[in-house]
């Protein structure tokens, strides 16, 4: 099993920036790609970013030039830095990964953490 365990989250204005952290432990044999999602009540929960092991990441529309991914693949840790934050930005924020375990490396199981709560006022 992995766990992912995220933070950073909390409230602030907009314009203001957030760094939200997310880090995966357990029995992990690879973890690859590793991202970010959010969701508000009553919709779906969408992506953000992505980030493999290798190669380029990935922005949803609203988010580009304004957020940034990145990931320390040795503490097998993703980061959110998040700018110019704007109301609509506030949701739970979902930390992912595609992992495999030592005890199976064949199988592939898609993590989620538990969520951290992004508000950003006017």
């Known amino acids: 099993q992995v766990q992912l365990v995220e933070s950073g989250g909390g409230l602030v204005q907009a314009g203001g920036s957030l760094r939200l952290s997310c880090s995966a432990s357990?029995?992990?044999?690879?973890?690859?790609?590793m991202g970010w999602y959010r969701q508000t009540p009553g919709k779906q929960r969408e992506l953000v970013a992505t980030?493999?092991?290798?190669?380029?990441?990935n922005y949803a529309d609203s988010v580009k030039g304004r957020f940034t991914i990145s990931r320390d693949n040795a503490k097998n840790t993703v980061y959110l830095q998040m700018n110019s934050l704007k109301p609509e930005d506030t949701a739970v924020y979902y930390c992912?990964?595609?992992?495999?375990?030592?005890?199976?490396?064949?199988?592939?199981?898609?993590?989620w953490g538990q969520g951290t709560q992004v508000t950003v006022s006017s």
């Open positions: 980030i493999p092991r290798g190669g380029s990441t």
């Open positions: 357990g029995n992990i044999f690879s973890i690859n790609p």
């Open positions: 992912n990964c595609n992992a495999r375990v030592v005890s199976a490396p064949f199988q592939i199981r898609d993590y």
